[in-house]
């Protein structure tokens, strides 16, 4: 086996173990979950301010965005612990960009366009999902250059992007409704 290929096989080993140790755990996510839900609205809101304020020309929201900001940075740091390179920007971006696909999402549904909502109903998960591969430290962003389809888990045989495989590890390690 080439020297590629044993850092691979080994990178994968590494994560499948991350994922046995979560789950042993019986990680509940619920809290941080509804963190990162509160934090989405939050960057919503920091988009409002920053459109309002520039349509009205208006100072004032301006303000309100400065102060919408320094709640949704306070509370991001419960969450992203990893502040390494683009960490922290990336799981602000990637948040935000969930939720307005979520909202597109909504909009198309509201329309009657279903497919078009599912489709986007699905990219906002993955984006979700991606986020709490990065902030569980599931994936290390900074070693990952091109992942197979198959390189999740070996006896695996079917072919699912990273993507897929974070969606179905976090519908298995999240559950919302323990109390």
């Known amino acids: 086996m080439s020297p590629e290929k044993e850092n691979q096989k080994e990178e994968i080993e590494k994560l499948l173990e991350k994922i046995k140790d979560i789950k042993k755990g019986e990680f509940d996510l619920s809290l941080e979950e509804d963190l990162s839900v509160a ?15 520039a349509k009205t020309e208006k100072d ?44 597109v999402g909504e909009k198309y549904l509201s329309q009657n366009k279903k497919e078009e909502a599912k489709d986007l109903f699905n990219k906002a998960y993955e984006l979700y999902s991606l986020f709490w591969g990065i902030n569980l430290n599931l994936i ?31 519908n298995k390690i999240i559950d919302c409704c323990k109390e």
């Open 39 to 53: 934090i989405m609205n939050l960057i919503s809101i920091e988009e409002h301010f920053f459109f309002t304020g």
């Open 140 to 170: 290390n962003i900074g070693e990952v250059k091109k992942i197979e389809d198959n390189q999740i888990n070996k006896e695996d045989k079917d072919s699912k992007d990273i993507l897929s495989k974070l969606k179905e590890v976090l």
């Open 60 to 103: 004032n929201y301006y303000d309100l965005l400065s102060k919408t900001r320094e709640i949704r940075k306070e509370l991001m740091k419960k969450i992203v612990k990893d502040y390494e390179g683009e960490v922290w920007c990336l799981s602000k971006h990637l948040l935000s960009a969930s939720m307005r696909l979520f909202e």
